[in-house]
């Protein structure tokens, strides 16, 4: 089972900021915070990834809680391009050879005109 | 553009047919996957190759055989599959299976079995 929560939908106005969030109650120390997208008839593109502190690179900034229960893609100026599906995904730092990839039902963002 | 390619990117086959889906990466990876995504819900692990090596199989029924013959090609064969095998089946790979490195993904291979 994955070990995030997403909301099912999401709106956001095209140019405005689009903030996606995701719970992950139970992360371990050792586990990233992933996030892909997936545009229609596309297959799934990293976003970004994270340990405890916030990052930023040229697509999004991911920031995490204090607590590391949960955090928050920021899509600073959403495009209709951004529509697509966003999952949020935990994974640990070393993997052993039985660790996986899981996706959630991920969060599916409409940017609107 | 991926630097993931797929080949085909789409596929119709019979159910007593055998087929071959590819993949292919020159980005120096040595872990691949393969993905198995129904309409309207999240990929679900399939294989993990490591250096060639198959590491994990998701319990996925025999008629799916994977196949790595080098570090930059990963196959999918298939024969005997049901109808309820169509979807789209995408192929990742990245730098190992145990680093904190993401995935890089192909567009997929949507397949439909009559």
């Known amino acids: 089972d994955a070990k995030t929560t997403q909301p099912t939908s999401m709106d956001c106005a095209e140019g405005r900021a689009a903030n996606l969030p995701c719970n992950h109650s139970t992360i371990s120390g050792n586990e990233y915070v992933y996030w892909y997208r997936q545009i229609h008839s596309q297959g799934p593109q990293y976003i970004i990834h994270?340990?405890?502190n916030n990052e930023t690179n040229e697509m999004a900034s991911l920031i995490i809680t204090e607590d590391r229960k949960s955090s928050t893609l920021i899509l600073p100026h959403a495009t209709l391009r951004d529509t697509a599906v966003y999952y949020c995904?935990?994974?640990?730092?070393?993997?052993?050879?039985?660790?996986?990839?899981?996706f959630g039902p991920g969060t599916s963002l409409s940017v609107i005109p | 553009d991926t630097e993931v390619t797929q080949t085909p990117k789409h596929l119709v086959m019979g159910m007593t047919n055998k087929k071959s889906l590819k993949c292919e990466q020159h980005?120096?990876?040595?872990?691949m996957y393969w993905y198995k995504q129904k309409a309207k819900k999240p990929p679900e692990l399939m294989f993990v190759?490591?250096?060639?090596?198959?590491?994990i199989n998701e319990s996925v029924p025999s008629r799916f055989s994977p196949e790595c013959p080098n570090s930059s090609l990963l196959n999918l064969h298939l024969h005997a599959l049901q109808p309820e095998d169509s979807a789209l089946y995408l192929c990742?790979?990245?730098?190992?299976?145990?680093?904190?490195?993401?995935?890089?993904f192909g567009d997929g291979t949507r397949l439909s079995i009559l």
């Open positions: 190759y490591s250096y060639e090596k198959l590491s």
């Open positions: 990742a790979s990245s730098w190992d299976s145990y680093s904190n490195q993401p995935q890089h």
């Open positions: 994270g340990l405890k």
């Open positions: 995904i935990v994974s640990p730092l070393q993997k052993t050879s039985y660790d996986k990839v899981i």
């Open positions: 980005m120096g990876h040595r872990a």
